[in-house]
T-cell receptor
Framework: AQSVTQLGSHVSVSEGALVLLRCNYS??????LFWYVQYPNQGLQLLLK??????LVKGINGFEAEFKKSETSFHLTKPSAHMSDAAEYFC???????????FGKGTHLIIQP | GAVVSQHPSRVICKSGTSVKIECRSL??????MFWYRQFPKKSLMLMAT?????????EQGVEKDKFLINHASLTLSTLTVTSAHPEDSSFYIC????????????FGPGTRLTVL
C-alpha cells in the first residue's frame, strides 16, 4: 500500500525566503510523484510531477522538487517566496501513473510580509 | 486546455434525500475519471475510479450502494449520494485523465455537500 507523509501541517516563511515543503512516501513499486497546489475556493492545480528520468523536476511558478529514492523523499522548494504562493500544497503518489492518487494531508504555506 | 468542471459547486439537502454531482471534462475526452472526498483540514481520499462504459471500482471502505457512480460518456461522470446523512457532508472532488495509461489527472473545483 502507498502512503504519503507531509511534515508540517503549516509552514510560515517570509517573503523572499526559501520555501521548503517536505514529502516522504512509501510505495512497493517505482512511484509516480506529484505536487499539487490548492488556492482558496479553487480546484487542485498540478505544480510538477516525477515519472521517470531526471530526478530534479521543475514546475510552474518557480517551484522544483527532487526525487531521492534512497530517502524516499520528494521535497518541494522555491528559492524566493512570493505572497501569491500562500496556499495549500499536497504531495501525492501513484503506482504506474494511471491509478488514483494517494495524497498527503497537505501543508498550508503562509507567507509573512 | 484540460479543464474539468463540477456542478453544483455547493448543495444543501435534507437527510434522507439523494444528491447528484456532475463532473465534466470540457475540452478533452476523459477515459478515466476519479472521485475523491476531502475532509476538513485533511487530505483527499480516493473513493472510486470510473472508466467510460464500465462499472466503477470502489476503494476499500467506500459503500458502492451509497455512492453511485456513472460514467456514461467520455466527458461526463456523475456521483449520486443516496439517502444522504449529515456524516456525508464533505467536499467532493473529481478528476479526469485524458487517456488510459496516462499519468496526469486534471481536477475539478469541487462540490461542497451539506446534509442537514
Amino acid at each position: 500500500a502507498q502512503s504519503v507523509t507531509q511534515l508540517g501541517s503549516h509552514v510560515s516563511v517570509s517573503e523572499g525566503a526559501l520555501v521548503l515543503l517536505r514529502c516522504n512516501y512509501s510505495s512497493s513499486v517505482p512511484p509516480y510523484l506529484f505536487w499539487y497546489v490548492q488556492y482558496p475556493n479553487q480546484g487542485l492545480q498540478l505544480l510538477l510531477k516525477y515519472t521517470t528520468g531526471a530526478t530534479l523536476v521543475k514546475g510552474i511558478n518557480g517551484f522544483e522538487a527532487e526525487f531521492k529514492k534512497s530517502e524516499t523523499s520528494f521535497h518541494l522548494t522555491k528559492p524566493s517566496a512570493h505572497m501569491s504562493d500562500a496556499a495549500e500544497y499536497f504531495c501525492a503518489v501513484s503506482d504506474m501513473g494511471a491509478d488514483g492518487l494517494t495524497f498527503g494531508k497537505g501543508t498550508h504555506l503562509i507567507i509573512q510580509p | 486546455g484540460a479543464v474539468v468542471s463540477q456542478h453544483p459547486s455547493r448543495v444543501i439537502c435534507k437527510s434522507g434525500t439523494s444528491v447528484k454531482i456532475e463532473c465534466r471534462s470540457l475540452d478533452f475526452q476523459a477515459t478515466t475519471m476519479f472521485w475523491y472526498r476531502q475532509f476538513p483540514k485533511k487530505s483527499l481520499m480516493l473513493m472510486a475510479t470510473s472508466n467510460e462504459g464500465s462499472k466503477a471500482t470502489y476503494e476499500q471502505g467506500v459503500e458502492k450502494d451509497k455512492f453511485l457512480i456513472n460514467h456514461a460518456s467520455l466527458t461526463l461522470s456523475t456521483l449520486t449520494v443516496t439517502s444522504a446523512h449529515p456524516e456525508d457532508s464533505s467536499f467532493y472532488i473529481c478528476s479526469a485523465s485524458k487517456a488510459s495509461g496516462t499519468d496526469t489527472q486534471y481536477f475539478g473545483p469541487g462540490t461542497r455537500l451539506t446534509v442537514l
